[in-house]
Structures are given as structure tokens and as C-alpha cells.
């Protein structure tokens, strides 16, 4: 018996093209089952989220939309002083201290138009050294479809960030996920009168979860039954002071923004692909410390200010009370 898994193994391995937005090892019969926390995402099921660092040290949140490029917010890299040689971009692992695969980025091209008061078009693209081999623990994520379908059927957030507020230490290097549902632009801007039509807001599905976590850049992806591809709707970027129960978060509308990312793309000779090549899983083992040189922040709008203070080691994320 052992023979014929082995060979549908292998056949599942080799199998030659990858589509976006698909979670092969999450959905397939083969599953991992590590759940520790109930917020903890598994092995898998964000295989498109990224960890984007600094010397080691995860700062902001991002997404695979391509071999070749990272999608993420453009406010994480307001610093001109921010180099791509000091980043990694960590793939294909929702658990930053085992072996993950880095890559290297060779440049960071945020929107031109990207307005730091009102966080217009908070928008950046990674473009990465080299491709990111695609298989079960990397899958790039969908862009939006045109039209928007009216509703979608399941919305999530993942990200590294702390979970609690209080607690400086309490940054996970499990990637911990959040069910979001997709707020009526108009009803939003009775809480935010600031809203661009280039913005999306999101609320929490379940009125239980007390802590407002993720990464900025991070994707907030939806799918639509019976359909289980992925999508990117929005991408993590900015939110009222933390602590008001019912205030949703912000995230910049990626469909606003197909366009721009296939235009730079194309002109930064990396075209965006629609198929992807497939290869056996390859890890480089090396451990990471989650060690951080700036102390942790724990105070309000921290997962907005993080990435637009100097201090390149603050934590991307947000908390809510
Ligand atoms: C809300 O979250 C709690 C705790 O995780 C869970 O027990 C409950 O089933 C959830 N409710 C819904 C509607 O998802
Ligand atoms: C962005 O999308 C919104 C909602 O679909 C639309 O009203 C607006 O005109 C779009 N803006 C741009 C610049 O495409």
C-alpha cells in the first residue's frame, strides 16, 4: 500500500501548473493539523502571506502576487532611507521561527501619488531577486475580479502582529488569522469622513475576538462560493485608534488598482504570469530570532505610526481593545 502513495505523492508534487488563489495542502486531503490557538492559521492556509523584514526582524505584511512580486502598502516604506538590500521577504511558512525561505528584493516601487496625510493610494509593489518557486506552501493570490461581486462569502486577515495590546512581547511568529466582513463604503464614512473611494473598510465577523491584529501590507483575502479561489480584496492599511469596538478597519481597494500594478509590472519587465510553474518543496534551514531592537509599541494606531516612524523594527500591526 505504501507504493501507490508514494506515487500519488509524487504525482500531486509534479503536478505542472499552480492557479492563484488556491490553497492546495489547506483544502487537499493531506492536512496538517496544528492548531493551537483558535485564531491560529494552519499550515497552508495562507500560502500567498508574506513576512516582510528588516535585518530579521518582521516589520510589515505582505502578499505573492506573482513569482516575481510582492504586493504590500506603500506607508511601510516612506523612509527614504530604506534600502531593498536590508529587506527579506519570507515565504511559504506561517510560523517565522522554522526554516522559512527568504528572498531578496531588488527594488521597492511605491504608488507616486501615495498621500501620507489621508492615505490615499497606499499602495507598493516588491519586485523580488529572484522568482519564488511556487508549490503548496507558496501560491500567489488573485487579483480582484472585475466587476466586484456585490457580497463576498468568507473574508480573512492574517498577520504577525501582538495580540494584545497590554503586552509588549506578545508578537506571534505564528501567523494568527481574523474572519472580516466588508463594511458599506458609505456607512463608513459616517465614521470615517476621510474615506477615498480608493479605500475599503472591514470589521470583525465576530463580535468576540478582542484583539485587532495584522499587518499592515498584509492582504485581506475573500472568496465566493461555490468557487474556493482566493482573492485579494484589500491590503492592511490603516485604522481609528484602537480600542472602539465596531470601528472597522481601512485597506486600500486593490481594484482600484489592477491596472497600475499590471502597467508597473510589465514595465519593469516582470509582466504578471496566469499560469505558474509547480516544484517540489525546497527549504533552506535556518533558524530566525523574533528578537526585536525596538521595544514593541502598545498604544493606539500603533500598526499605522509603526511603519511611518524611522525606526524600521516597530511592529506593523494594530490593536483594538
Ligand atoms: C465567535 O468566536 C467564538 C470564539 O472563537 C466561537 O466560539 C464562536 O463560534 C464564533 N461565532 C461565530 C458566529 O463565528
Ligand atoms: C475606485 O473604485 C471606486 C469604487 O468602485 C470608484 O467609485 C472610483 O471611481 C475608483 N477610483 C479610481 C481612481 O479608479
Sequence with gaps: MILPSILLLVAHTLEANIECGVRPLYDGRIRYTRIIGGQEAEVGEFPWQ????DNGHHFCGGSIISEWWILTVAHCFYSDEISP???TVIVGTSDLTTS??????????????????????????????????????????????HPAPSSWHECWVAGWGVTNADDKHSMKTDLMKVPMRITDWKECTKVFPKLTTNMLCAAYDNESYDACQGDSGGPLVCNMEPSNKWYQVGIISWGRSCGKKGSPG????????????????????KPLDTKYKKVSVKKKGRERSQSSKCSALGYPQSWLLSCLLPCMLLRALYSWE
Aim: glycine residues 2%; aromatic residues 6%.
Design 50 to 53: 508574506v513576512s516582510i523584514q
Design 85 to 87: 538590500i536590508e529587506l
Design 100 to 145: 522559512p525561505m527568504e528572498m531578496q528584493v531588488t527594488s521597492i516601487i511605491r504608488h507616486k501619488n501615495f498621500q501620507r496625510l489621508t492615505m490615499d493610494n497606499d499602495i507598493a509593489l516588491l519586485r523580488l531577486a529572484t522568482p519564488i518557486k511556487f508549490n503548496d506552501l507558496t501560491v500567489p493570490i488573485c487579483l480582484p475580479l
Design 250 to 269: 481601512i485597506y486600500t481597494l486593490v481594484s482600484n488598482y489592477t491596472l497600475w500594478i499590471e502597467n508597473i509590472a510589465q514595465i519593469e519587465g
